[in-house]
């Protein structure tokens, strides 16, 4: 059933319309090395008072390879135009996909972002992996178990094997001070 | 905020449970105790430079006189990222060191809005290692010595290679082009790997590089010393002159740069702590081992302690503030 | 005579094997692990090598620096996850080759292009190294800076199916490169005044970012496919099919020889050159990038072909080409011995003690390596569910360990997002990363060259050597394009 859904769409339209990837990419890159050439190099790249060449300007390389980005953005936004590119299978693997499934992925990289020094090393290595395994709809409690053992495991290999030191986390710390 | 590592916290909860009976865990340990956890050393740059070479061997001798050294390494924005979060202080500060070395007062300079004072901050325990500067040219090069040199470059445009901008060898190039009022372009490289062919193929005309990078192409003739960057010539290159010697008349009178590398910790370090570690480094750079290590990296013991080399420190930082400021490099 | 028993004391010692064993299983192990490198290894090693034997300590460091540069191929094959910088090219091939269920195919494959690249290595640096030495020394700014250049163009190569999308990833990875204190003048470039990024952006978790976590949000984003269950019971490698890539595994190790002789070049260009190389020449080009045996044996040969000549000017100039014989280097000074022609002079049995015990250590990383594939291939077996949490949580402490800093985890991940959007959108990752290693190199060399000149261009064309790399790059060019052309009309045609 869901296959032969997915075989008609795909009879339906091969190609792509004038909003394809190609196009659409081509212009972001191209918007993006605008601004980037116009107004981040004059702002953010300091000059200094004095050069003995032109191309020794710290500006120089990120000129050119702004202006590369520049010009191939846009010929790939034209060609993409006059020559839209095939639909591809693995787009179709992307419909459908559970909110939730997405959601808890996101969740999971935020932990790690934002909370790793808070939640500390295992803490976050255990919420995140517990989330993801959730994600994956996984039943057995063994494999929770899993979620628990590695990172400990990983944690302290690093740091009593390999002597790298991974954060214990300050919440933990504070918590256990009172 | 400086985090601390769970390594570091399991020693400390055992050490709790075995004082908890008695003590409340947690609290300050009796300043005579000092250390009652492992020492840190951090050590500001890469694992695998030469600072980070010269603090494991001094991590090694150190542990066999106090308890546990483990070093850490914590690069970043020259060193100015572990010296800045030593100097926020915070848990564990009554146990960690740092491995200053030029790069302490020269990112002083070079790096912007630093958030701290690299004298005031700091508690100054003891320079360790000091390791010269040779002035070198190629092998085939016409100068052959200091006064030469000036003359040459007053004249017409030389360079010189540097294995990165902010090293203690730009910096003493640039400290070379104020004193003497020449224009010497500088060329940096990274690393001392690839400065070196640069200059034993003549494409660049001199380099104050660290005695042990140059050292055996001075012994095959590959390169010439000039001068020693230091006040004394050195002992293993007794026929070349000190920069002050060589280039008086020229402006060099003055001249003084080495690497230097010495112990820091937080201004907050405990007096116990300072004194333990002070009579322990005394009693191991007299040791044969470290006696011995020195000579491999052409270096000598470090004489400075405690507020000599606080004032040390501080003279740099503002002998290489006023070079940055000169060379355009002040932030 | 005298001599030769000499050398046989020296390296006839039961420390000296357990040195290397253990020394090429520590590098295979940690090189394996996202985030670990095999410079971390070797730095860490140091230490315990103070109270050795010189050459026991050495063979100790040579070993990791080898097992590593196998190991970090080991999990770019399965798990998409480069242990080290050079092994970013194995994966082009590696990986889709374990996808298709043929991962102890791809790891024997790499293993075994290791071990001849390595061989063909060591023996460059006993019967050659005077000779590259020499080449190594008349490598000034203006011939690294056409070098590079050379280098640049196989981008083109590298680009999958569209080189217009390719380049475009590689100048944003040149952008990307600029970021921190100007190598010249000191000055502020797109720091945005933070601190993290005035050493410009850390390697490591670009790396992983850009390989590893687009495959943990591909799959978190997809219907869950069924899992290929593969890996151990998947067919081994072929004397046939391996003698098939012999050819191109010789020439990649002798571009990885070229290349490590030169100081400051590195193994990822080699590997990339290689692999270019072997897709110019090679009759199934059009299997490069979908699973290609061929493609994991040249970049293998060539990132392995640099292990053993980075110690040519190591040994006969004491000039360090990387971090890891930089480290080497300390190491033979912690025991009074300085590297270069003194060294050949004043202790020849050493430096043949220190020869024998290199060879031997390209016969133990075979054994070492097929111990490690027998273990390694069972990750292939873990279905994806359990695996990527605990691959993302690997990459994660990899890229914190490298600084000790929660900054780099955020990098990686935000690397991540970008390597997803590549994918989804049909952009290679691979020139993203040649620009970033690359970009800088160029500019370097270029400023080099205008400073030594005081402005002069003509030095640009000052030799021989300078010469060469010229007209590769225009060949190399003139070539690319023109595979373009034919390309192009062809899918014109099918239209």
């Known amino acids: 059933m869901e296959i032969s859904e997915v075989q008609s769409s795909k009879a339906a339209s091969d190609h792509y319309g004038l909003l394809n990837p190609n196009s659409v990419l081509g212009g972001v890159f191209f918007v993006l090395s605008m601004v980037f050439l116009f107004f981040i190099i004059p702002n953010y790249i300091n000059l200094p008072p004095y050069m003995q060449h032109p191309l020794l300007s710290p500006q120089f390389l990120p000129q050119l390879a702004g202006w590369l980005v520049l010009i191939l953005a846009f010929v790939l936004m034209v060609s993409g135009l006059f020559n839209p590119p095939k639909r591809e299978e693995a787009d179709e693997l992307r419909r459908g996909v559970p909110v939730l499934r997405q959601v808890l992925m996101l969740a999971a990289g935020a932990i790690y972002a934002m909370f790793f020094e808070q939640f500390g090393a295992i803490g976050s290595g255990i919420f995140a992996s517990v989330l993801l395994f959730l994600a994956s709809g996984l039943r057995s409690v063994w494999i929770y178990a899993l979620a628990v053992v590695f990172p400990v495991v990983v944690s302290l290999l690093f740091i009593h094997v390999l002597n790298v030191p991974l954060p214990t986390g300050t919440l933990w710390e504070a918590l256990f001070q009172l | ?331 | 005579m005298d001599n030769f028993s000499e050398v046989l004391t020296l390296f006839l010692s039961v420390d000296n094997f357990l040195a290397i064993a253990a020394g090429v299983l520590i590098g295979v192990v940690v090189g394996a692990i996202p985030g670990l490198t095999a410079t971390m290894a070797v730095a860490l090693a140091l230490p315990f090598t103070f109270s050795m034997e010189p050459v026991t300590a050495i063979l100790l460091l040579v070993g990791i620096y080898k097992g590593g540069m196998y190991g970090g191929s080991i999990t770019a094959i399965l798990i998409r996850t480069p242990g080290s910088p050079a092994s970013a090219c194995t994966l082009l091939d590696g990986y889709p080759m374990a996808q298709q269920g043929h991962a102890k195919k791809a790891l024997k494959t790499a293993l075994y292009s290791s071990v001849v690249a390595d061989l063909i290595s060591n023996i460059a640096l006993i019967f050659f190294a005077a000779y590259l030495a020499k080449i190594a020394l008349n490598f000034g700014p203006p011939e690294y800076f056409w070098l590079i250049c050379f280098s640049l163009t196989i981008i083109v190569s590298v680009s999958g199916n569209s080189a217009i999308k390719g380049l475009i990833a590689a100048g944003l990875g040149i952008i990307i490169s600029t970021i921190g204190l100007d190598a010249v003048y000191g000055t502020q470039r797109l720091t945005f005044d933070n601190y993290n990024l005035m050493d410009r952006v850390s390697f490591i978790p670009l790396l992983i970012g850009l390989f590893a976590i687009p495959e943990v949000i591909d799959f978190y984003t997809s219907k869950v496919a069924p899992h290929i269950r593969t890996a151990v019971s998947g067919a081994s490698l072929t004397w046939k099919e391996f003698k098939g890539s012999l050819k191109t595994v010789i020439r990649g190790s002798v571009i990885g020889v070229i290349i490590g002789a030169i100081p400051g070049t590195g193994a990822t260009s080699a590997a990339f050159i290689s692999y270019s190389e072997a897709k110019r020449t090679s009759p199934r080009k059009a299997n490069f990038g979908k699973g290609e045996v061929e493609g994991v044996a040249a970049a293998e040969a060539g990132n392995n072909g640099v292990a053993g000549a980075t110690l040519i000017p190591l040994l006969s100039l004491g000039i360090p080409g990387d971090v890891i014989t930089a480290i080497i280097l300390g190491a033979f000074m912690i025991h009074g011995l300085t590297p270069g022609p003194v060294l050949f002079q004043e202790n020849l049995p050493l430096v043949y003690a220190l020869f024998c015990g290199i060879l031997v250590s390209s016969f133990v990383l075979v054994f070492v390596g097929n111990a490690a594939i027998r273990y390694f291939s069972l990750i292939a077996d873990i279905p994806k569910t359990i695996l990527l949490p605990i691959v993302l949580m690997f990459c994660i402490y990899g890229a914190y360990a490298v600084n000790n800093s929660t900054f780099d985890i955020g990098l990686m991940l935000a690397f991540g997002i970008l390597g997803f959007v590549f994918n989804r959108t049909g952009v290679a990752a691979a020139p993203f990363l040649i620009g970033f290693i690359l970009g800088p190199m160029f500019e370097d060399n270029l400023r080099r060259t205008l400073l030594i000149s005081k402005g002069d261009p003509t030095i640009f064309f000052r030799g021989p050597i300078a010469w060469v790399f010229i007209t590769l790059t225009v060949a190399s060019l003139v070539f690319a394009f023109r595979r373009y052309w034919v390309s192009r009309k062809e899918q014109q045609a099918e239209a």
């Open chain 2, 1 to 331: 905020m400086m985090s601390s590592k769970i390594g570091f916290r399991l020693k400390r909860s055992a050490l709790c449970v075995v004082t908890a009976v008695s003590m409340a865990c947690g609290g300050v340990a009796q300043a005579d105790e000092w250390p009652d956890d492992n020492i840190r050393l951090v050590v500001p740059y890469s694992a695998g430079g030469t600072t980070d070479l010269l603090s494991r061997k001094v991590a090694d001798l150190l542990q066999r006189e106090l308890t546990t050294v483990v070093v850490e390494n914590r690069p970043g924005a020259g060193s100015t990222v572990a010296t800045g979060q030593l100097a926020r202080g915070g848990r564990g500060s009554d146990h960690m060191l740092l491995m200053a070395s030029p790069g302490h007062t020269i990112g002083a300079s070079l790096y912007p809005n630093l958030r701290y004072d690299p004298v005031a901050d700091f508690a100054f325990i003891r320079n360790v290692i000091n390791i010269p500067n040779v002035m070198v040219v190629p092998g085939n090069s016409p100068y052959n010595t200091v006064a030469e040199f000036v003359e040459a470059a007053r004249a017409k445009q030389l360079s010189f290679s540097s294995p990165g901008i902010g090293s203690s060898v730009h910096m003493s190039g640039e400290l070379f082009k104020n004193l003497t009022q020449t224009q010497l372009i500088h060329v940096p490289f990274r690393g001392s790997g690839e400065a070196l062919p640069a200059l034993l193929a003549g494409d660049v005309d001199v380099a104050f590089e660290n005695m042990p990078t140059v050292y055996p192409h001075i012994q095959s003739g590959k390169l010439k010393a000039l001068a020693v960057t230091t006040p004394q010539e050195s002992e293993f290159l007794p026929d070349v002159p000190s920069m002050q010697q060589a280039g008086a008349g020229y402006g060099l009178e003055n001249y003084e740069t080495s690497a230097w590398f010495g112990l820091i910790a937080h201004k907050s370090f405990p007096e116990a702590g300072l004194e333990k570690l002070e009579s322990a480094l005394a009693k191991i750079m007299s040791g044969e081992d470290f006696q011995n290590f020195l000579p491999q990296f052409g270096a000598v013991a470090g004489e400075e302690v405690g507020d000599d080399f606080r004032t040390m420190v501080d003279n740099e930082v503002a002998k290489w503030s006023e070079v940055a400021e000169q060379a355009n490099l002040k932030r």
